[in-house]
């Protein structure tokens, strides 16, 4: 865990992300970020026009990354990519069409709600080498040397316990594995009491 959280802190944490990111899941990200999601974020984030080709409008205004983790380097055709924190499925349906059908994508995501709309996604593509699961980044269920990439697109500043998430995701890759992620960075003080940030840990 976080240092200096207690286990009442850390489950408050836990909650209160599980229920912001059930809101995001009811309402759309539109209305619940303070930077640009949906269409308007992938294009100011440069996404490839060619990779949204064809996505269905439901698909595009469910992003609510930070950053473009594809433009951190290739991936190829039949590798097999985790998506860490997938939310409504956004990069790993990306994902998906780079790897083609003889690879997999798995996407992995707390938030129930979010994992529902991954897949009710997955449905509308119809892919057949993708799928989702609940599961935390600091406690990954794969075997060790399971994938050839990670991808991770604003979900690490979320995690109680980020030196663990890294470590999982070492754990996961196979050697000369890649990861590619795209976070916050911090830009302002945080506040120095430990009420202010608990509640502000995911604003
Ligand atoms: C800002 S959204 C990004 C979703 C998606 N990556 C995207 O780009 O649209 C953050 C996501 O991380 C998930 N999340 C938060 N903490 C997590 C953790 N410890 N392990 C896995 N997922 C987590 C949330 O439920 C949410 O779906």
């Known amino acids: 865990m976080q240092p200096n959280l207690t286990d ?23 209305s619940c970020f303070r930077y640009p999601t949906g269409g308007e974020g992938l294009q100011e984030l440069h996404y490839p026009p060619e990779l949204l080709r064809d996505l269905p ?3 595009i205004a469910s992003f609510c990354g ?3 983790p594809f433009s951190l380097g290739p991936i190829h055709p039949g590798e097999a990519v985790l998506d860490i924190g997938c939310g409504g499925g956004f990069d790993s349906l990306v994902a998906a069409r780079m790897v083609g059908p003889s690879g997999r994508v798995v996407g992995i ?3 129930p709600a979010m994992l529902d709309q991954a897949r009710s996604h997955l449905a509308l593509l119809g892919l057949a080498n993708v799928s989702f699961q609940l599961a935390a980044a600091e406690s990954l269920p794969f075997p060790d ?3 050839e ?9 979320l995690t109680l316990d980020k030196e663990a998430a ?12 890649r990861v590619l992620l795209a976070d916050m960075v911090l ?7 430990k009420t202010g940030k608990i509640e502000n840990w995911h604003q």
């Open 145 to 147: 040397n399971d994938f």
């Open 187 to 193: 830009v302002a003080e945080l506040p120095a009491d």
């Open 149 to 157: 990439v990670v991808i991770s697109n604003g979900v690490f500043n």
């Open 109 to 111: 995501d707390v938030t």
């Open 8 to 30: 009442k802190e850390a489950a408050q944490i836990r909650k209160s992300i599980q229920e912001k990111y059930s809101r995001v899941a009811a309402t759309g990200p539109a």
């Open 66 to 68: 930070v950053g473009n």
């Open 57 to 59: 409008p439901a698909v």
């Open 166 to 177: 890294l470590k999982e995701a070492h754990r996961v890759l196979k050697p000369g594995g």
